[in-house]
């Protein structure tokens, strides 16, 4: 083979050679736009579906937050389908399996430095609840649960003030309690509400209260008035009885690796949707939580509405169960005792 010839044979290969590592060099890139353009999966899990008061907000927010990152992210929100139980949501957010969910009525159970904001008759009023959590105490008990479970907080809300529904008889009075059969969340303070009231207290996720109710295992449980009709507890209920004997707040919480693997813009967007989300479920629980919006939401359904005699509940309350909780919370008690919003 001539000079000529070779020179040219080297050239080509060397052309054939710049191409491939030019064609690698556009395919990684193209892969890299792709692979940029996926957009991140968030899950939000939560025990119960539309419409629950949470459940409707929450699946708005999983909804404006996919809509307002512009294809970044991809929220979807799974109420009561994919994690039946309160405490079983709170570990797949704790593993990452899934980026976010609530413990809903469970929150207390799940961390107890929420628990004295769940003595019965301490927090005074929504005005109170609503600053305390948005907050100076709202900040301390989210830093705690940040640096104790590796959980980000996004927000409060809550499921109002508990009232009792039954099915044999209302509940006006404390001693009406006695012998009664009261289901309770799994937090302590809850069955030491109930105990310490006169009933006697059954522990129980919520995903088997319906059943527990129709076998007769319980005479009935306690619920906000937002949820009573949502949840159909009129199919095992006759009637409901407004003694606003514990403030049930709650939260909703995101896995803190997930988080911090947000861009600030982003945990910004989901910062300002979970607020919404917040003020959307407050304004539906407070709203019905009087004696004249639920006489309208459960009557209709089979519902009689009572109104307790609730200073005598108070009373009570403030003899048998404050006190070992006061020495429990110290400082904390004080501080939300004497809140004034």
């Known amino acids: 083979m001539s000079a000529s010839a070779r020179r040219l044979l080297l050239d080509r290969r060397t052309l054939l050679r710049a191409g491939a590592g030019m064609a690698g060099i556009l395919a990684t890139g193209r892969a890299q736009a792709f692979a940029q353009a996926q957009p991140k999966k968030l899950v939000f899990a939560h025990i119960n579906a539309v419409p629950e008061s949470a459940a409707v907000a929450f699946d708005w927010m999983a909804k404006e937050v996919t809509a307002q990152s512009k294809g970044a992210l991809e929220m979807q929100f799974f109420g009561k389908t994919l994690i039946p139980q309160e405490l079983e949501v709170m570990n797949a957010v704790k593993s990452g399996s899934i980026a976010m969910g609530s413990p809903a009525g469970a929150a207390a159970t799940v961390f107890p430095e929420m628990g004295a904001l769940l003595v019965p008759y301490l927090v ?168 004249a919006r639920a006489k309208s939401e459960l009557e209709p359904v089979g519902m009689t509405v009572v109104e307790a005699k609730v200073d005598e509940f108070r009373k009570v309350a403030q003899q048998k169960i404050w006190p070992a909780y006061k020495a429990q919370y110290g400082a904390l008690w004080d501080e939300i005792e004497g809140f004034k919003a």
């Open 124 to 291: 005074k009023d929504y005005a109170a609840a609503y600053a305390m959590l948005n907050g100076r105490i709202g900040e301390r008990i989210s830093k705690q649960i940040e640096d104790n479970y590796k959980l980000k907080v996004m927000c409060y809300f809550d499921y109002g003030f508990r009232h009792f529904w039954t099915s044999k008889k209302p509940i006006v009075e404390p001693k009406d309690l006695r012998g009664m059969k009261i289901r309770v969340q799994q937090a302590k303070i809850f069955g030491d509400t109930i105990n310490g009231l006169g009933g006697s207290a059954v522990p129980m996720a919520f995903g088997e209260v319906i059943t527990a109710a129709k076998q007769g295992v319980i005479d009935g449980g306690d619920l906000p008035i937002v949820n009573m009709k949502a949840l159909k507890i009129y199919d095992v209920s006759k009637y409901a009885s407004l003694t606003y004997h514990n403030y049930g707040p709650t939260n909703a919480v995101m896995n803190l690796d997930i988080w911090n693997g947000l861009s600030p813009e982003q945990q910004k967007l989901m910062m300002d949707l979970a607020r919404a989300a917040q003020q959307k479920i407050r304004e539906a629980t407070e709203s019905v939580d009087n004696f």
